[in-house]
């Protein structure tokens, strides 16, 4: 059944870039729907402190932080409805979102359904993930692994960026690839393997995270892939950086993605798409800083462009 008035604005994720286009579009009085769906609140509600979001000079825990941006849209006018968006029709105005046997109809929409980090999906992963060890963001949570042993996996640039960048606070980095080369750009690599602190683990797959009992990462289980030779790796931080997947599948088509799977803005925005009156926001179209405030940024450029094009056009 089809809402009988369209509303100004329908947001779909609720991470930063999905609260913050809800803060700013309430705030300009155009009283946006929120649809949340499977993780209200996004990725940062299963990280445990935040150090690197302004504002908060003794770091802030994930969830707070996205309950605190979710009181602040609820405070301006933003409602919010739990719904999955499970398909689209952008082809008349008002838009129509489907949600399962709902049909939201909206004069402008913003996405910004985030991406969700690709996982070995190794016993002891989803135990110790989120403030117990095994994460996916070095540049969130490497500074709590100083003087530490912690270990990468992945062989891709992120994965050597990754690693890099730990060399900063950790005491040593293992970097545990399937194969007994990087697929890392060249010059990626180069730094990577010549890095005294980084020890390359090669043809390595990781096995096992270990430390579930105690309640935080002790070690990680590898398997040579030629002689099936086991290793622990005794480390206690453990970096996933073996991609990530943007959650674009309802909106893609008809929205454009690039070969990765993120959304391809129009040409000179980072935000608008080809489609008048849809934007686009956050992880689910940005593969290269994926952080909270450069999400929080561009919900917020997502919102005025909103505003600016419901202005011009009757909204």
Known sequence: MSSPTPENVVIVGTGCAGLTSAIYTARANLNPLVIEGTLPGGQLTTTSEVENFPGFPEGVDGFMLMDNLRKQATRFGARFEQASVTHVDFTSHPRKLICGDRTILAKAVIIATGASPRMTGIPGEKELYGGKGVTTCATCDGAFYRKMDVAV???????????????????????????????????????????????LVWDSVPQEVLGVAEGAVSGLRVKHVHTGADRVLPVKGIFVAIGHVPNTGPFAPPLPVDDGGYFKPAAGSQVKTDIPGVYVAGDCADHVYRQAITAAGMGCQAAIEAERWLAEHGG
């Open 153 to 199: 996996i992945g062989g891709g640039d992120s994965a050597a960026e990754e690693a890099l960048f730990l060399t900063r606070f950790a005491s040593k980095v293992y970097l545990v690839h399937r194969r007994d080369s990087l697929r890392a750009s060249k010059i990626m690599a180069d730094r990577a393997t010549s890095h005294p602190k980084i020890e």
